[in-house]
Each structure stands twice: as structure tokens, then as C-alpha cells.
């Protein structure tokens, strides 16, 4: 863009708070200075609250005006409010008497025309998810913080030992480490098995409430269980865009940072699974050869890519997986969130591709949900 005209429209009184403004035109002003071209960026602050509002209207006539010299006007002129009926774009004004489709049609049309013409190729889906997905690379295991015990939360076992590991600075996922006795320190060496959760909402909350997770404990006692928190989930879920019950809200954090993992071409579900993936090297260097990845709705989705990509996973189990992008893509309403979907996933492949391929890692899945959530 640079280093053509911009002005930088903000308001004194907005709620959006205006130093970021002023931080971004200072960036900005350096960059333009550097190209010869400082006078080609302006800000703009307006006295009042957040909204177009007439002064901010009036330096924007003013320097596209001044940038493209069609006119020399300065000020607003009187606004002529059309009529309703002149604004019409239909003779009624109503498009639906046209014989018209809506949006969702076209979104599922796009969604049978690509299943139709989809075609993974044996050995090819990894790659295809790991493209998709933006993952980075990692050649060591994460650091990672010992936090105080976790007692007395009715846990599967008595006891829990909590790590916060460093993901991709400054991410975290928080790992619980369940055992039957008090352990304060790192993990000890275990060469054998390991069973590790990946929650929907909250490991701590599922831990005490999820009946899978008691069975799994019951059946294999040996096995040492771990819970993860990926970034945004339970105990890592910031609590940035106003409270701490905003998390599900329409504007909520986990919407926030999965729209700004698509601007920057970074899917959030991508992040997560780096997690997961994080996870299971960190596991290694305990000396875990083998996984048990269990789990759960919204974590069920990074913990299928991290299992189709990871060789330490040799047994899956998926409870409340979304069955299909193709139902998301095809359903009017669904109550699955933007920070579980991958953009243009389905020009590549769709979930049932990753569950056949995970067939080889006994993979058991338990009452899958569709778009609405429900089991199918």
C-alpha cells in the first residue's frame, strides 16, 4: 500500500481506544518517511464516541479531495434522505419474491460440488493437513513451569501434578498429570504407555464431570493419564475482551483470536494442534514411546491432526468429534465456532478422510456431533 494516500480515522471518545490509532500512525509515518512520501498519511482524531460522525466525515471529504483534486468542498453538504421505494432493488423491495437463493444454498452446492470432486490420495493427507493447517516446525521439546499440586477436585486419581508448557511463546498449554500419590517435582521416566486428553471446554471441570475419562482410568491403572489445556481452553483461556464469562459470547476471546488467526493466515485450530503436537514431544523426553489421544468435541479436531501427524500416537479415541466440515458447510445454522474450522478445508480434505486414515490407530469414535451439536 504504502506509500500512497491513507488518513487514519479515530475517535477521542471510542470505546476501540485511540492510542492504538496513534501507535499504528507512528509506524506508519516512519515507513512513509523512509519512502519520501511523509505527507501521504495523515490522523485524524474526532472529539466524540465511537461512530462515523460528522467531523471525521468531513476530514475524509477533505483529504480525498485534496489527494485527488476533484473539488475543493470542505464540508458536508445537506443530506437529501431518498425514498424508501427509489432504494429498492426489487419492484416490492422484497428479493425472496424473485424466485431467489440464499447464501446457504450456494455454501452447500459449493460443498457437494467439492466432496464430489475430492479425491485424497494414499499418503498425500498428511501433507494436505499440515499445508492447511500453517503448521510451524520444532526441533526441541517446550520448557516448561511446574505449578502448585491439584488436590481434593474428585479427579479419577487423587492426585495431580500441573505443568504450564511454552507451546510457541507466549502460548501455554497446561498439562495435568493424574496419580495416586502427591508428586511436586518433573515428571519421572516412564518407558511405557501414556493416555492423553485433550479437552473440549476445560480439563479441570472434565477431569471431575466426564465419564469417559473415569472408565479410561478405571480400565488402564498403570497407565499414566494426562489432561490438556491447548491455548484458549480451560486454564489457558484469556480473559481479554471483557470478563470472565465473555468466553462463549458472540465477541468473546475464542472468537477474537480465531478471526485474527485467519487474518494472519494462521488457522487458530492450527495453533492448537502445534499444541497437541507440542505435547507429545514433550512426552517423549519423559520416555513415553506410545499414546493413547483421547478427546472431546472441540478438542477432538486438533487432536485428529495432531494424531494423524504424529508417530507417538498409536490408539485414538474421539468422543462428540464434529462428524463433517461438509455438514457445517451445508446446514443453515450450526452451533460449531470459527476457532474449530479451518479455512478452504474442504478444497483438500474433510474429517471423514482423517478418520479413515486414523482406522490404523484403532480409532473409536463415540457419538459424533453434526452441525447442530447433536449426535447423528
Known amino acids: 500500500m504504502a506509500p500512497k494516500p491513507v488518513v487514519i480515522l479515530a475517535k477521542e471518545k471510542d470505546y476501540f481506544d485511540v492510542r492504538g490509532a496513534e501507535e499504528a500512525f507512528g509506524r506508519l509515518r516512519r515507513l512513509y518517511k523512509l519512502l519520501g512520501a511523509e505527507e501521504n498519511v495523515k490522523l485524524h482524531v474526532g472529539p466524540t ?20 483534486g476533484v473539488s475543493d468542498v470542505k464540508t458536508e453538504p445537506k443530506l437529501v434522505i431518498e425514498k424508501e421505494e427509489d432504494l429498492y432493488a426489487a419492484p416490492k423491495g422484497q428479493v425472496s419474491e424473485l424466485n431467489s437463493r440464499t447464501v446457504f444454498s450456494f455454501t452447500a452446492a459449493t460443498a457437494r460440488q467439492l466432496e464430489d470432486a475430492r479425491r485424497v490420495k ?17 526441533d526441541s521439546a517446550p520448557d516448561y513451569r511446574i505449578l502448585r499440586p491439584v488436590t481434593g477436585r474428585k479427579y479419577p486419581k487423587p492426585f495431580a501434578t500441573a505443568y504450564a508448557l511454552e507451546t510457541e511463546k507466549p502460548a501455554v498449554a497446561v498439562v495435568y498429570r493424574l496419580d495416586d500419590q502427591q508428586h511436586l517435582s518433573r515428571p519421572p521416566k516412564n518407558t511405557g504407555g501414556a493416555t492423553v486428553y485433550v479437552s473440549h471446554h476445560s480439563a479441570d471441570a472434565e477431569l471431575r464431570d466426564e465419564p469417559l475419562l473415569t472408565e479410561l482410568v478405571k480400565a488402564e491403572p498403570k497407565t499414566v493419564f494426562y489432561a490438556c489445556d491447548v491455548r484458549g481452553v480451560g486454564e489457558s483461556r484469556p480473559d481479554t475482551c471483557g470478563g470472565t464469562n465473555q468466553f462463549l459470547t458472540a465477541y468473546g476471546s475464542d472468537y477474537f483470536y480465531a478471526a485474527h488467526g485467519v487474518m494472519l493466515d494462521r488457522p487458530y485450530v492450527g495453533q492448537k494442534t502445534f499444541d497437541v503436537l507440542r505435547v507429545l514431544e514433550w512426552l517423549k523426553t519423559v520416555g513415553h514411546k506410545e499414546v493413547h489421544l483421547v478427546a472431546k468435541g472441540w478438542g477432538a479436531i486438533p487432536a485428529t491432526f495432531a494424531a494423524l501427524l504424529s508417530g507417538l500416537v498409536t490408539r485414538v479415541t474421539l468422543k462428540n468429534a464434529l462428524a463433517s466440515y461438509s455438514d457445517v458447510a451445508r446446514a443453515e445454522q450450526y452451533v460449531w465456532p470459527l476457532s474449530c474450522f479451518v479455512p478452504g478445508v474442504l478444497r483438500s480434505f474433510d ?21 447442530d451439536g447433536k449426535p447423528k
Request: hydrophobic letters at 40%.
Open 49 to 68: 464516541g465511537h461512530g462515523y460522525s460528522i467531523e471525521n466525515r468531513e476530514a475524509m471529504y477533505q483529504w480525498f479531495n485534496t489527494v485527488t
Open 122 to 138: 494414499p499418503g498425500a493427507l498428511a501433507k494436505r493437513v499440515r499445508d492447511a493447517l500453517d503448521l510451524p516446525t520444532s
Open 351 to 371: 474429517l471423514p478422510d482423517c478418520y479413515a486414515a486414523l482406522a490404523a490407530k484403532q480409532l473409536r469414535l463415540i457419538d459424533p456431533w453434526g452441525a
